[in-house]
């Protein structure tokens, strides 16, 4: 069973830290480009930050460039996003995706996780 496990979210003042952590199983962690997205209601979909499999290409959303850190550990199967820096128009619900595939046949999704940054 796939799944998706994504914790780190909450509240925070403006400028300061946050880390999500996405902890995937039941698939080859390691052979998935691995994305983190966010949406507020009523908003479309925003990529956030990736990193692509193959290839391990990394990249971010432009309003997040210098702010957020990605990264990945495949020997634990966790996901990283390190957002510093925060501002108040980062607030949103934060997904974990995964995703394979020249027609990415193979996509999953974690459940969102709050975050909130009050200026």
């Not at 925070?12 to 390691?30: N, P």
């Not at 990736?50 to 997040?64: K, L």
């Not at 460039?65 to 990264?71: A, I, P, W």
Request: hydrophobic residues 30%; glycine residues 12%.
């Amino acid at each position: 069973q796939v799944r998706l496990v994504v914790s780190g979210g909450g509240r925070v003042q403006s400028g300061g830290s946050l880390r999500l952590s996405c902890v995937a199983s039941g698939f080859t962690f390691s052979r998935f480009t691995m994305n983190w997205y966010r949406q507020t209601p009523g908003k479309e979909l925003e990529l956030v930050a990736g990193i692509t499999w193959p290839g391990g290409r990394i990249n971010y959303a432009e309003s997040v460039k210098g702010r957020f850190l990605v990264s990945r550990d495949n020997s634990m199967n966790t996901l990283y996003l390190q957002m510093n820096s925060l501002r108040p128009e980062d607030t949103d619900v934060y997904y974990c995706n995964a995703r394979q595939g020249p027609m990415n046949e193979y996509n999953y999704w974690g459940q969102g996780t709050q975050v909130t940054v009050s200026s």
